[in-house]
């Protein structure tokens, strides 16, 4: 199975893709490595912990709640006060052992724990594993915007198990393809065009496909942040669908959508943006908003407001001056920046996507 290089000025380590390497977990911890900590939650160390601790020694396990609500600064402090008491010191290392809130948060704690302590990152979500643990980006949710809180902290190692994704629930599970169909549109139409082929093999979970759509995914997330590491440039166009999709969490109080879903709902509206604001051709519209529907459905979104999403984009991390970013396709596989947006073309873009999801809900 690949393996991934990242390769930062701060740490270069691997992705590796490999269906059983949460059992071979341990080898990956250095020889010299004192207490091990192991930020989880319930649901998977019920599932998948046994699995994990039977390759670690003695490891110490601190059980996060879960939920994006949750994701605060106030449990990073709880979590680094167990793990003072519990005697950690400079050698130990975290593992952050969960979907995207959980290797978020862990990677959070890890960065300022003693002025920083390594991580090893062990995604167990599909989103997680495409998106959230590679990469180093860490955070937490303020009440008024997403992760406007955080570090980069780079792990030693991301360790992706795609045998995990048989115990997702089909909403995570679909949510987390969302960032494989981004990957798609931003770089590389080959695997945009899998989605379009192959949805009953995808859904199904079927495992040699689902190993490639997960290695498409994190080879381009990897190169990608080789490349830009802090997001000066290039990696900006990761955020494809997350300008307005973090708008819509931080608006319904991350409570309603998974973050997948949310980006499914900022990419709809930033190809609909696109068509009249990047020179984006109608075809390739209308496969971008297909392929993203046709891996829905998502929340509710017929009480959403447009002026109202369109006031939270300017407390988000990708406004820079005053000026809102949108990633923007010019075609499948490739995107731009675009800034300057007149307000009412934003506008119109989010009320035709809450106005198309709200009439496929009518039609189901
Ligand atoms: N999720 C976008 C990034 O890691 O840059």
């Known amino acids: 199975m690949p393996a991934f290089r990242v390769t930062t000025p701060a740490r270069a ?15 990956f911890v250095p020889q010299n490595a004192g207490a091990v900590f192991v ?14 601790r039977a390759s670690l020694e003695a490891p110490n396990v601190l059980l996060f709640p879960g939920g994006e609500t949750r994701k605060r600064l106030a449990q990073v402090e709880a979590l680094a006060d167990q793990m003072a008491l519990a005697g950690a010191d400079r050698t130990s290392i975290v593992i952050g052992f969960g979907g995207g809130i959980v290797t978020d948060l862990a990677g959070f704690l890890a960065s300022i724990f003693m002025r920083g302590v390594p991580i090893l990152q062990i995604p167990t979500t599909l989103l997680a594993q495409v998106d959230a643990a590679v990469g180093g980006k860490t955070g937490a949710n303020l009440a008024s ?3 406007l809180i955080g570090t980069f902290h780079q792990p030693m190692a991301v360790l992706i198990d795609p045998d995990v994704i048989a115990t997702l629930s089909d909403r995570e599970y679909r949510a987390g393809l969302q960032e494989i169909v981004k990957c798609g549109v931003i770089q590389d139409p080959d695997l945009f065009a ?12 079927d ?15 990897a190169d990608v942040v080789s490349r830009d590491e802090k997001e000066s440039d290039l990696r900006r166009i990761l955020n494809f669908g997350h300008t307005i999709g973090h708008a819509l969490e931080a608006e319904t109080s991350y409570s309603r959508f998974l973050h997948g879903e949310a980006v499914a709902f900022g990419m709809v509206a930033a190809t609909r943006l696109a068509v009249t604001s990047a020179g984006l051709d109608a075809h390739d519209a209308r496969r971008i908003i ?26 988000d991390k990708k406004t820079l001056h005053g000026n809102v970013h949108f990633v923007l396709p010019e075609q499948i596989g490739a995107v ?14 989010i009320d035709w996507t809450i106005a198309s999801y709200s009439t496929a809900r009518a039609m189901a």
């Open 290 to 315: 297909t392929t993203v529907r046709n891996y829905g459905p998502i929340p509710p979104v017929d009480d959403i407001v447009p002026a109202r999403l369109f006031n939270r984009l300017s407390s």
């Open 13 to 27: 380590y691997d992705a590796v893709i490999e269906r059983g390497i949460l059992g071979r977990a341990g080898e």
């Open 145 to 147: 915007a997403k992760n």
């Open 194 to 205: 899998a989605f379009e082929t192959g949805r009953e093999r995808v859904l199904n979970r």
């Open 207 to 221: 495992p040699a496909l689902l190993d490639e759509l997960i290695a498409g995914a994190v080879r381009i997330k």
């Open 39 to 52: 930020v989880t939650t319930e649901d998977v160390w019920n599932l998948h912990g046994a699995r994990l």
């Open 336 to 349: 731009r920046i675009v800034t300057g947006i007149p307000e009412q073309a934003v506008l119109d873009a």
